[in-house]
């Protein structure tokens, strides 16, 4: 199969961003968290370093989220009755979102600590 010009593909790759703010609750969840940290970011003048931790650990938890989606549809498309080893894949794919999450809340406090109660 041909490669699609470079345009398409970055077209391609935003559409599926756009599809995942349109469809997917929990990354809406995790996109106005996002939005929060960029309002925090600039209302608190966080460091540079902040600034990049910050982003890191909230494009990671897009990101994730994103994997996770995509892993539960090729589940429900090879697998759509009860099966105890989709159970499983699903919960350990939850189980990466979730750890990126517990990081991210993690960082946020120790970066977030700095500038409410030191500073
Ligand atoms: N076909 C299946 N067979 C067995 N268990 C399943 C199946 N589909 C879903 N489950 C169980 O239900 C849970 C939720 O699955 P579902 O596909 O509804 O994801 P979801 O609610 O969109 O999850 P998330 O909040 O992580 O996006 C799974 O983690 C799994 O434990």
């Known amino acids: 199969m041909r490669k699609p010009p470079i345009h398409k593909s970055f077209q391609n790759a935003f559409r599926g961003i756009f599809l995942m703010m349109k469809y997917e609750r929990n990354f809406q969840f995790e996109l106005l968290a996002f939005f929060v940290n960029l309002f925090l970011i600039f209302y ?12 890191i650990v909230s494009f990671g938890v897009l990101a994730a989220e994103i994997f996770n989606t995509a892993i539960e549809k090729i589940c429900d498309i090879v697998q759509p009755d009860f099966d105890i080893r989709i159970g499983f894949i699903k919960d350990i794919s939850a189980g990466a979102v ?15 600590w700095k500038y409410i109660f030191i500073s």
């Open 44 to 55: 608190l003048k966080l460091s540079n370093i902040d600034t990049i931790l910050i982003l």
């Open 98 to 112: 979730m750890l990126m999450t517990i990081l991210s809340v993690i960082v946020g406090v120790l970066v977030y």
